[in-house]
T-cell receptor, first 112, second 114 residues
Framework: DTEVTQTPKHLVMGMTNKKSLKCEQH?????MYWYKQKAKKPPELMFV???????INESVPSRFSPECPNSSLLNLHLHALQPEDSALYLC???????????FGPGTRLTVL | GEDVEQSLFLSVREGDSSVINCTYT??????LYWYKQEPGAGLQLLTY?????DMKQDQRLTVLLNKKDKHLSLRIADTQTGDSAIYFC??????????????FGKGTSLLVTP
């Protein structure tokens, strides 16, 4: 298995909802990442997990809460989001924190 | 971080070569990457080059690195309509003592016309 998978592909939620994004890889990678990408912009790093520990949190609002239950799985819990949080959320993984990153297809999130 | 610079748009005819240029910021970057993004999709790692190399060739793709000028280029030979996409240059920069982060350019939108 040589890919990063993300579910759901699309998500529409209200500002009072709680939802979660899921990312999975079975390549034995030990670093996993969440990025946010707005239209016609490059991806912006949100969080990095290295060996299942949160190592980078790029001043992301607390309404985004990451979780790494095991080395293959990465979640992003969403609560009380704002319309400006609508974006493509990309997950990536790498063999180790210095290695090349492989991206999933993303979750297109719309906050109403 | 500082900006990684790329031209925003490039149009070529099918069969011609495309050259996408990038100027990066951190001379200590160990790896430099090219990613491709098609509409509505995630990022596909196309190729990368280690900082001690000048050139890397992989089928239709050629990457040139000029460390002195911090200039990176991606040449696509025999460009096809399926190559139409946004191409991101990215540098790998150390982030405190926690590993590395990717610093992306704004992306070059490549349009290939028949």
């Amino acid at each position: 298995d040589t890919e990063v998978t993300q579910t759901p592909k699309h998500l529409v939620m209200g500002m009072t909802n709680k939802k979660s994004l899921k990312c999975e890889q079975h390549m034995g990678h030990r670093a996993m990442y969440w990025y946010k990408q707005k239209a016609k912009k490059p991806p912006e790093l949100m969080f990095v997990y290295s060996y299942e520990k949160l190592s980078i949190n790029e001043s992301v609002p607390s309404r985004f809460s990451p979780e790494c239950p095991n080395s293959s799985l990465l979640n992003l819990h969403l609560h009380a989001l704002q319309p400006e949080d609508s974006a493509l959320y990309l997950c990536a993984s790498s063999q180790d924190p210095s290695g090349e990153q492989f991206f999933g297809p993303g979750t297109r999130l719309t906050v109403l | 971080g500082e900006d990684v610079e790329q031209s925003l748009f490039l149009s070529v005819r099918e069969g011609d070569s495309s050259v996408i240029n990038c100027t990066y910021t951190d001379s200590s970057s160990t790896y430099l990457y090219w990613y491709k993004q098609e509409p509505g999709a995630g990022l596909q790692l196309l190729t990368y080059i280690f900082s001690n190399m000048d050139m890397k060739q992989d089928q239709r793709l050629t990457v040139l690195l000029n460390k002195k000028d911090k200039h990176l280029s991606l040449r696509i030979a025999d460009t096809q309509t399926g190559d139409s996409a946004i191409y991101f240059c990215a540098e790998s920069i150390p982030y405190s003592n926690s590993g590395y982060a990717l610093n992306f350019g704004k992306g070059t939108s490549l349009l290939v016309t028949p």
